[in-house]
């Protein structure tokens, strides 16, 4: 499974835009490029995923590069409870995910 | 549906025990997986189920690991016997297809101390 990499911390202030950036040089054209993120003491949940073109739904944004080698979660007003940690994942045609170590993600009021 | 649910949340045992960890997928979901997430490991897929029938156990750490799913709406992770480095939070997941743009749907956990 190709590989994606992520800062390890951000920090932003509330009701400001947060851009969470994620390299995946390996993506493979398949390769789905999905974004979960987990709260403090609960389980992942889903935000976003995408394969070639831009997305949008009610939690974020996805950018993704022309060449699928880099994306970016695009929180448009973060709030405290966006606090949280942020994963990149690309999926095959495996379904299966590998978490890496994600991007802890603080809001400051 | 009431999402993906795992029992116990929380479970205190002694090193030799058996723990057995039990999941409801989401109703009409043919996907079950069983991930693991510890400080210096992360979260680790530790096998997962497709229709009822495991498909990939790599992940499942040694043979004190195992895993059933005796039908599509339970499954149950048991470690025998137990061992302080087990201790970790243990997730259930489920999903409705493994085509790379599924989503997969996770429990509230089950957090595990082995003493």
């Known amino acids: 499974d190709a590989k994606t990499t992520q800062p390890n911390s951000m920090e932003s202030n509330e009701e400001e835009p947060v851009h969470l950036p994620c390299n995946h040089s390996?993506?493979?054209?398949?390769?789905?490029i999905h974004w979960y993120r987990q709260l403090p003491s609960q389980g992942p949940e889903y935000v976003i995923h995408g394969l070639t073109s831009n997305v949008n739904n009610r939690m974020a944004s996805l950018a993704i590069a022309e060449d699928r080698k880099s994306s970016t979660l695009i929180l448009h007003r973060a709030t405290l409870r966006d606090a949280a940690v942020y994963y990149c994942?690309?999926?095959?045609?495996?379904?299966?995910?590998?978490f890496g170590q994600g991007t802890t993600l603080q809001v400051k009021p | 549906d009431a999402g993906v649910i795992q029992s116990p949340r929380h479970e205190v045992t002694e090193m030799g025990q058996e723990v057995t960890l039990r999941c409801k997928p989401i109703?009409?979901?043919?996907?079950l997986f069983w991930y693991r997430q510890t400080m210096m490991r992360g979260l680790e897929l530790l096998i997962y189920f497709n229709n009822n029938v495991p498909i990939d156990d790599s992940g499942m750490p040694e043979d004190r690991f195992s895993a059933k799913m005796p039908n599509a709406s339970f499954s149950t992770l048991k470690i025998q016997p137990s061992e302080p480095r087990d201790s970790a939070v243990y997730f259930c997941?489920?999903?409705?297809?493994?085509?790379?743009?599924?989503?997969?749907?996770f429990g509230p956990g089950t957090r595990l101390l082995v003493l």
């Open positions: 390996t993506i493979s054209g398949t390769d789905y």
């Open positions: 109703s009409g979901h043919d996907y």
């Open positions: 997941a489920s999903s409705s297809r493994l085509a790379g743009q599924e989503t997969q749907y």
């Open positions: 994942i690309l999926s095959s045609n495996t379904g299966k995910l590998i």
